[in-house]
């Protein structure tokens, strides 16, 4: 570290001030007519710009609620939601410029060939004929799709729509991107591709926030992620202090026949270092802190206690660990 002059100190704010946040919520909240789920559920949320920010949930959570009021698809029922200090609400039109959106379906017009996918996009949102043609050739070099230009949007692969999607979504530079499950269907390369894409706008400036339900995405993307169940946060910080908040830097998943709740008592007591037990599906999951014994510990109590062990594993927290050590249950299906 540079050392410093005691002017220089006294120089330097002692705790800069976060800057504004580029999204702010205040109490969201949406019912839709007629349901009686509440949808979001009283949603206070600040992401700020630069940020990679994920809202991580499992299906129904209200994440594609959440971005459909930001992006001034969905009325909210009430409270107030912010893009670039707008009112999405009252000021939609104005919201729509700050927005670049990438939705959870497929929305290409099947009419226009690839460029003009792009090229349209620009004009709809008032840029000028040059400028829009010099931005999408520019997008479809950049996105390594040139090749495809005069394509029609069917000849497309499902990575290579989704680049168009993306390329399109920041056609017109918007300060937010929102990308809603952004790889879901993707195959595993695509998806990675994607991702790398996703890291490069992110170098250079581009504020993301995403929807998804697979942790891993999360977790390797995001500088901060939401954890979402019915509609409210239930966790957000970054990826690993999520992690290093659960207690306990190893889990073990025992996989067992019998009374569970008899053998989750009987692990939590018997095995050293458990910091949580939790009877789960066809087994106990522990939550250990740095046990090098702790396997065998966890047999030895297992045979004392006349339970069939039918398997035995160990690794790292995750961001699936957190979800279910806050809701008890599973974030996939
Ligand atoms: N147009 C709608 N009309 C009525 N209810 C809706 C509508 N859209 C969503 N919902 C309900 O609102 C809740 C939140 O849905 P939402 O689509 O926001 O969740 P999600 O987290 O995006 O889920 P998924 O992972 O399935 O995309 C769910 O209970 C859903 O059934
Ligand atoms: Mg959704």
């Known amino acids: 570290m540079k050392q410093m002059s005691a002017t220089q100190l006294a120089a330097e704010p002692a705790m800069p001030a976060r800057a504004a946040p580029i999204i702010h919520t205040e109490e969201l909240t949406k019912v839709y007519p007629g349901s009686r789920l509440t949808a979001v559920d009283h949603l206070n949320l600040d992401v700020y710009v630069?940020?990679?920010f994920g809202l991580l949930g499992p299906n129904g959570a209200g994440k594609t609620t959440t971005a459909g009021i930001l992006t001034t698809r969905v009325v909210p029922s009430s409270g107030r939601a912010f893009v670039g200090g707008i009112d999405v609400a009252r000021h939609p039109a104005l919201a729509k410029q700050l927005s670049g959106i990438v939705s959870q379906q497929n929305t290409l017009?099947?009419?226009?060939?690839v460029w003009e996918n792009l090229y349209f996009h620009g004009r709809l949102f008032g840029m000028?004929?040059?400028?829009?043609?010099e931005t999408a050739d520019r997008l479809l070099t950049q996105f390594q799709l040139e090749k495809w230009a005069k394509a029609s949007v069917y000849a497309l692969s499902g990575g290579m729509a989704q680049r168009l999607m993306v390329a399109r979504a920041i056609f017109h530079r918007p300060a937010v991107l929102f990308l809603d499950e952004p790889t879901a269907g993707l195959d595993p390369q695509s998806r990675l591709a994607l991702w790398s894409l996703l890291e490069e706008l992110n170098k250079d400036g581009?504020?993301?926030?995403?929807?998804?339900?697979?942790?891993?995405?999360?977790?390797q993307l995001c500088d901060?992620?939401?954890?979402?169940?019915?509609g409210r946060i239930l966790a957000l910080d970054t990826p690993a202090s999520l992690k290093g908040s659960i207690g306990g830097d190893t889990v073990v998943t025992v996989r067992a026949a019998g009374d569970l709740e008899r053998l989750r008592q009987v692990l939590e007591t018997e095995v050293e270092g458990v910091r949580q037990a939790q009877a789960v599906e066809g087994g106990v999951r522990l939550q250990v802190t740095s046990g090098k014994k702790v396997m065998r510990e966890v047999v030895q109590a297992v045979g004392r206690?006349?339970?069939?062990?039918?398997?035995?594993s160990v690794a790292e927290p995750t961001l699936e660990t957190v979800f279910i050590t806050l809701?008890?249950?599973?974030?996939?299906d």
């Open 109 to 113: 017009d099947r009419q226009l060939t």
């Open 305 to 312: 206690h006349d339970f069939d062990l039918l398997d035995l």
């Open 224 to 230: 901060r992620v939401a954890i979402m169940d019915h």
């Open 327 to 332: 809701t008890g249950r599973e974030l996939r």
């Open 206 to 219: 581009q504020t993301i926030l995403l929807t998804t339900h697979y942790m891993e995405e999360a977790d």
């Open 50 to 52: 630069g940020e990679i």
């Open 128 to 133: 000028g004929r040059a400028a829009s043609k």
